[in-house]
């Protein structure tokens, strides 16, 4: 909601108070005010001129010669290229040194050949957004309609000496969503009294019930309507204030009766529409559910297929405005209307929310209408409307008002007492302080030993239970004036719980290691879904009810599908080398019963894609591959202290290339997979080779891990010795060296494999495997024959288990 401060002064006397104090004020009282913006934008130097002469620049088709008066000695000279500029306009003129908005400082130039001693300017130059600019003052420079006085300062008659608050406002403060809201609201705040608008309506002898009947089939969608006829109006721009008002509001002014009911929409909080009468095609106004599929072209001029739950206003046959949404621009007013009909109607909140979402048509009425308006205000809201046409559009309002109204309002009663207020607040209230807070809020209210019994304001539609009570006693009392209290009972210290403390770990050191992290959508195609899904498990993708999109349909099984949109996005941008890793939920589903909620795991996924490292002064580059992506799962294990309880095992899994991918085991169970990109699967996302992991993150955290346990630094040698085992083709190397470690007892610490050999020197189904292996004892220096013992048993263990054989 934006607040024009000066326009807030017709309500409430806040001429001691500045826009900057008050919107603190509004702040702490429980409604934040994001910003105060400041109209004049920093404008200096700027005055009211007279252009006395106007003449075309003999060098340029598009540019005038004007002699314009400044309320100075001597005209000045001024080259201006509007198409609407004119002798005898009263303008607004930026002199040499001015500036305008954006720190845009005026000098004298020199425009072919002739001198311009400053410029005329338009509203835009002024720092009024375009798309508030009335349509006449579109293109070119701005002309005071009326007579003002050379010389002086436009800025006041343009009311940009204004500050405009902008409030953000909570679903349920939608009293707030007018300029009498506020009033409501700063009056409270202040202690002020609220100065109502009081419409006079001068009504000419004839009836409106002669020209106009109201009948309302959708009682439940619409249970009051109101109609009031002004005939006579002369369609034109509206006065200057009203039109600054409704662009501080941010409303572009159109024409006098259609910016008088946007004018009331903002002062009341009350939407109105306005039908051009003779356009009507009848004397009644049938309210009424729409026919399913029916037609009909709305001020937009784009034609809608109504549905069968949507209120629409009709002559008696045909809809003249979809209820409040938007008028038919069968019967919108336009430059030649002479009589209008007005209407002020409440419509149900959630029917006009249906059908403004279903035709994609938000506003400032249908949100109004959807947060609730206050009913007790429609009439009069009409009547206002009634009588500014009669002022400002010339019209003659006839006598009456028509009206059907099946309003049931009852006045909703809430009560609380001094007790259960201070209980609630820890304060100290007394119950005098209480019932000032209800007087300044204007609630009626009665009280007897401290217990109040307050009638809700047909204004306040949040005022429903005694804990709202409470809170209007509090935000008015001063939150800052409410004590603080330590709480009293035993406590315990938080603190991030071992999981918690782990996943960080996990972050820290994959971040180390070059991986961003991504965080993607939980919902995929029903296609999608099942790529790369837990084989282990059989849960079925779970297909939303109402999705927004087919491609945002179904709930994910895995994280690495969208880290490979994730890639190619990434790709398709010139970013070839992309390394990223997600934290994120699949969500697992057995046998799906009725109304059972899937289980959310927590898994950890990566994908990884083009250079790995590039020296590019060494000339060395390192395309990821594999063991990169492996090697970081390592290093992750490492961290986490499982290393020597994980296996990587070759296996296939769908989606990824059938000879590079490892399903990896925690010990013994499966815990996910690493390994590369099936080439089809890469072409169709277009991604160079890439590589991808997925574990099952809960698992792998909530495995116990023993203390860790530090070794003294060794002060005696250890001894290595490197052996090249021949074993068939289908050994998995893997396992030759499980057999190692397991063979090599205490003394054997380290095996690592630095070589594998296949080829011309071995028979054919061979293939060698060669390991380091280190002998380490930590308390004496080991002698060749202990070495060679522990040594012996480690090759007669893979003789007896894998059949192998030295290499000679």
């Known amino acids: 909601m934006l607040v024009s401060y000066n326009w807030l002064k017709d309500y409430v006397d806040i001429n001691d108070v500045s826009a900057e104090e008050l919107a603190e004020k509004i702040t702490k009282a429980g409604i934040e005010v994001e910003q105060v913006e400041v109209l004049n934008k920093g404008i200096e130097g700027v005055v009211v001129g007279h ?83 009335p349509k006449e003052y579109a293109t070119g420079i701005f002309v005071f309609p009326f007579e003002v006085e050379v010389g002086t300062d436009p800025l006041e008659y343009l009311n940009l000496n204004d500050k405009v608050l902008e409030l953000s ?109 003779d356009r009507l095609g009848s004397k009644e106004i049938l309210v009424r559910r729409a026919k399913q599929d029916e037609k009909f072209v709305t001020l937009d001029d784009q034609e809608r297929t109504l549905k069968a739950d949507q209120l629409v206003i009709t002559n008696g046959t045909e809809p003249i405005a979809l209820a409040g949404v938007m008028g038919g621009a069968n019967s919108e007013v336009h430059d030649g209307t002479v009589n209008v009909l007005i209407e002020a109607a409440v419509f149900n909140g959630l029917t006009v929310r249906k059908a403004s ?81 209800f007087t300044r809020l204007q609630f009626e209210f009665t009280e007897e030993n401290g217990n109040f019994t307050v009638t809700a304001p047909s204004r306040r539609r949040d005022i429903v239970i005694p804990e709202d009570l409470i809170e209007e ?74 999705p927004m999109s087919e491609e945002r349909s179904t709930l994910r099984l895995s994280l690495v599908p969208h880290l490979l949109e994730a890639v190619a996005h990434n790709n398709a941008r010139q970013l070839d080398d992309v390394a990223l890793y997600e934290i994120g939920k699949v969500y697992l589903i057995e046998d799906k019963i009725d109304n059972e909620q899937p289980n959310e795991r927590e898994n950890l996924a990566g994908a990884i894609t083009g250079l790995w490292h590039s020296h590019s002064w060494q000339g060395e580059k390192k395309a990821v591959d594999f063991f990169v992506a492996k090697g970081i799962l390592e290093g992750l294990f490492d961290v986490l202290g499982l290393n020597e309880r994980i296996t990587f095992e070759q296996g296939g899994k769908d989606g990824l290339h059938p000879g590079r991918t490892a399903i990896i085991k925690l010990d013994g169970d499966y815990i996910g997979f690493v390994g590369q990109v099936h080439p089809d699967e890469q072409k169709a996302l277009d991604l160079d080779p890439t590589y991808v992991y997925e574990l099952n993150l809960e698992k792998l955290l909530r495995a116990e891990v023993k203390a860790i346990k530090y070794e003294a630094i060794p002060r005696y040698p250890s001894i290595t010795r490197d052996i090249a085992l021949v074993v068939d083709d289908n050994v998995i190397a893997g396992n030759v060296e499980a057999v190692i470690k397991d063979a090599g007892g205490t003394l054997l610490k380290e095996v690592s494999i630095f070589d594998l050999y296949q080829g011309e020197h071995l028979e054919k189904g061979k293939k060698s495997l060669a390991f380091s292996l280190r002998y380490f004892d930590p308390e004496k220096t080991l002698t060749d024959e202990e070495v060679s013992k522990a040594h012996e048993k480690v090759l007669q263990a893979v003789a007896e288990k894998l059949g192998a054989v030295l290499r000679g």
């Open 51 to 133: 252009v006395l002469e106007c003449v075309k620049h003999p060098e340029a088709d598009k540019l005038n010669i004007c002699q314009v008066d400044l309320g100075e000695e001597e005209p000045k000279q001024i080259i201006c290229g509007a198409p609407n500029v004119a002798a005898g306009q009263k303008v607004i003129v930026a002199k040499i040194g001015a500036v305008l908005p954006g720190n845009f400082k005026i000098k004298k130039a020199k425009l072919r050949g002739e001198a311009s001693n400053g410029m005329i300017c338009s509203l835009q130059e002024l720092g009024i957004e375009t798309k508030f600019v």
């Open 169 to 277: 406002l909570t679903p349920n403060r939608s009293d707030a969503l007018s300029m009498l809201g506020v009033a409501y609201e700063v009056a409270a705040i202040l202690a002020r009294e609220v100065k109502l608008p009081k419409p006079v309506m001068n009504e000419v002898k004839e009836k409106a019930a002669d020209y106009i009947k109201i009948t309302i089939d959708a009682k439940e969608d619409c249970p009051y309507y109101a109609a009031r006829v002004v005939k006579g109006v002369k369609i034109g721009p509206s006065p200057l204030w009203m039109q600054m008002r409704l662009m501080a509001a941010g409303i572009r002014p159109i024409n006098n009766v259609v910016d008088i009911t946007n004018y009331i929409l903002i002062e009341y909080g009350q939407p109105l529409h306005a039908f051009d009468y």
């Open 357 to 437: 979402k279903d035709h994609g048509l938000r506003s400032e009425a249908s949100a109004r209408f959807e947060k609730g308006i206050n009913p007790e205000r429609t009439k009069e809201a009409g009547d206002r409307a009634a009588a500014l046409m009669a002022e400002l559009a010339g019209g003659e309002v006839l006598e009456g008002v028509v009206a059907a109204d099946y309003l049931q309002s009852t006045a909703v009663k809430v009560s609380v007492s001094t007790e259960r207020i201070n209980q609630v607040l820890g304060t100290s209230i007394t119950a005098e302080e209480v019932a000032n807070i």
């Open 473 to 546: 006693v509090a935000r008015l009392y001063g939150y800052d004036f409410i004590p603080t209290t330590l709480p009293v009972g035993d406590s315990t210290p938080g603190k991030l719980s071992q999981y918690q403390q782990k996943r960080r770990k996990v972050r820290k050191f994959l971040e180390g290691a070059g991986l961003s992290e991504a965080v993607t959508y939980s919902l995929t195609s029903s296609e999608r879904a099942l790529l790369y899904k837990d084989d282990t498990t059989k849960a079925t993708p779970i297909r939303l009810s109402m």
